[in-house]
């Protein structure tokens, strides 16, 4: 039988295994730590005597209640087991998959204890647990480990915590400009940096609108509020985040995306620029660390150079990374070979950055909910100040006056802390698992090239989010997504098929010179405004395991090459077209 090489197996103690291979050993494990929550509870307070004797235990209304309470059991942990096997390497679908044992025994043991993070009145071991996972967190991201920063439910809500106080700051940065004898116009107060000005975030004003009116009296123009520049591949939290803040779809000004697919450089200058001209000051910009739909990552190296430049100008820009899928990126050594060099420098440059999106739940292998934000500098860090009579809040290590989020478990930063201790936030930790999945997304992608040339693989991979769509040479873009489509239906997870992918359709006015340069490849006739494509996350650590009786990438290529010539489907493919066309003839 092959083998795998015996580091490779050590990592394999990390995950249940896609046949529960390593269920003997978990089970045991659940139980002691069940003994010991009983054992904790029994010795604190021992003398208290029984509230539940076992006479109660045997009465009959006690007894039928116990029944249903275990009959309910049963009958969730079945309806569960309809759920999306996430954990087989047959799922391919979105950015989840298996979680990490480690990570799963943090969640449980915490859940057990059930503290609030709010505060250490609340929580007095668990607050202590997320500042050394936070810590890990910021070893990783390259940030100095006393960099601050909470989890959060997941990248949605990090993204928030980045808006507000980026928001903040800028408006700090107005106010004191309103009481200096230097006259700045609005932009440059807006950017003036914290040098010299106030050094806290304590005093705030208390209507947005006046605050407005006051901007507008001394700068004498008409004030339209901050923009955000965004890679225009971002995730929808942005638009979410936006609206919530009370600013409106027009303050998001979408980066322009290269011809790899990434924020273009010149385009971000371009709209710094014109920001400035107009004196519309930046709430931030925010470049992806991992973009939801194809992984790509854009070139944070040249991002910092360009803010950087604009810094010494005196115009200080927020720079956030949205790294929620990409931020475990990081855990790759410097010289590996599983991503591009000029990826790896971008990965590199991510401590430069302002503030952080971390998504454990993501490919940290972590159980939901759990994101993670992170802010460099302590004063960027505390931009909330509120105080609740009820509540004692220390300030050294309570989080909760300056979080969106109230109640806040310490599951997810006990997940987190499992992960970091076990297996290691770096090349000889997650660095190897996730160079597994790379390597993996290589080789299923060199397979696909192979197998058929209908498989149109999307060029320009930066990560382990490979894409790809079905199209002949030459044929027009609404029969390729009919067939694209029509392999999702396939392999969907509503089918219960032998593989589930995720689909997603890259529009033309957000990847224009990306998508014309490549379809123009195959001398595609572009008819329509998007193109669909599958996404694979390859996320799995088992992929390539070589004991497996499959090799799931060539059984993938196998399945997807019988789906695309059968002829029925073909066939259904083309009456669909004909029927596409018709119907635009008769709208003429
Ligand atoms: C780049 C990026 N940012 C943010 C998010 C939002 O994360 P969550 O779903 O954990 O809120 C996602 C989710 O896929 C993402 O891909």
Redesign the pocket.
């Known amino acids: 039988m092959r083998r795998c090489r015996p580091e490779e197996i050590a990592l394999k103690s990390f995950f249940l295994g896609p046949q529960s291979e390593n269920a003997e050993w978990l089970q045991k494990v659940i139980n002691d730590i069940l003994s010991d929550w009983f054992t904790w509870r029994q010795r604190i307070y021992p003398r208290d005597g029984f509230a539940i004797s076992k006479s109660d235990q045997e009465v009959k209304d006690y007894v039928e209640c116990r029944k249903t309470f275990e009959d309910n059991v049963k009958r969730l942990s079945k309806w569960l087991e309809n759920e999306v096997p996430q954990f087989s390497p047959r799922y391919m679908g979105h950015?989840f998959s298996e979680i990490s044992l480690p990570a799963l025994l943090g969640h449980i043991v915490t859940l057990l204890h059930n503290p609030n993070n709010i505060s250490s009145e609340a929580s007095r071991v668990g607050v202590r647990i997320e500042n050394e996972a936070i810590s890990s967190l910021a070893k990783m991201a390259g940030y100095d480990p006393s960099a601050r920063g909470h989890f959060t439910s997941?990248?949605?809500?990090a993204?928030f915590e980045a808006l507000i106080r980026a928001k903040t700051r800028l408006e700090k940065w107005q106010q004191s400009a309103l009481s200096e004898s230097k006259k700045l116009t609005l932009f440059e107060a807006s950017h003036s940096g914290w040098q010299k000005q106030l050094s806290s975030f304590e005093k705030r004003w208390t209507n947005a609108y006046d605050f407005t009116r006051s901007l507008e009296e001394f700068f004498n123009i008409k004030y339209r509020g901050p923009v955000l520049l965004v890679s225009s591949n971002r995730?929808y939290?942005w638009d979410k985040g936006l609206s919530l803040m009370g600013l409106g779809e027009e303050s998001l000004w979408p980066v322009e995306l290269n011809r790899f697919g990434r924020m273009s450089l010149q385009d971000l200058e371009k709209k710094i620029e014109r920001a400035h001209q107009e004196q519309r000051p930046i709430l931030m910009v925010c470049s992806?660390l991992?973009?939801?739909e194809r992984g790509s990552i854009d070139d944070i190296h040249f991002i910092s150079d360009a803010l950087e430049k604009w810094a010494r100008r005196g115009i200080h820009i927020w720079h956030h990374v949205?790294a929620?899928?990409g931020g475990f990126l990081r855990t790759l050594a410097q010289n590996s070979d599983s991503l591009a060099p000029d990826r790896l420098k971008a990965i590199e440059s991510l401590p430069r950055a302002n503030s952080l999106?971390l998504?454990p739940?993501?490919l940290g292998y972590v159980p939901y909910s759990c994101?993670a934000f992170l802010t460099k500098n302590e004063i960027e860090y505390a931009s909330i100040q509120v105080q609740a009579p009820y509540i004692d809040f220390r300030p050294e290590n309570d989080r909760g006056p300056q979080t969106l989020e109230g109640s806040r478990p310490a599951s997810g930063a006990a997940a987190t802390w499992m992960a970091a201790q076990c297996m290691g936030f770096d090349a000889d930790g997650y660095g190897q698992i996730i160079s597994r999945t790379l390597r993996a997304t290589t080789r299923l992608e060199e397979l696909l090239k192979q197998t058929d040339s209908k498989i149109k693989v999307l060029p320009h991979r930066d990560a382990n989010i490979l894409c790809f769509c079905i199209a002949r040479d030459g044929e027009t873009i609404s029969k390729s997504n009919l067939q694209t489509m029509e392999v999702f239906r396939r392999f969907s997870p509503d089918q219960n098929s032998q593989f589930i992918v995720s689909k997603t359709s890259l529009r033309w006015n957000i990847y224009r010179e990306y998508l014309d340069h490549w379809t123009s490849e195959w001398h595609a006739k572009v008819d329509c405004e998007e193109l669909k494509i599958i996404r694979l996350c390859m996320m799995n650590p088992f992929y390539d395991s070589r004991e497996m009786k499959i090799d799931f990438s060539a059984e993938f290529a196998k399945q997807l090459l019988s789906l695309i010539k059968d002829q029925a489907v073909v066939e259904k493919c083309s009456q669909a077209c004909l029927r596409l066309a018709h119907l635009k003839s008769e709208r003429g």
Do not use: R
Request: hydrophobic share 25%; aromatic share 4%; net charge negative.
């Open positions: 950015m997941g990248g949605t809500i993204n995730h939290s992806i991992g973009a939801t949205d929620a899928y999106t998504d739940h993501k994101g």
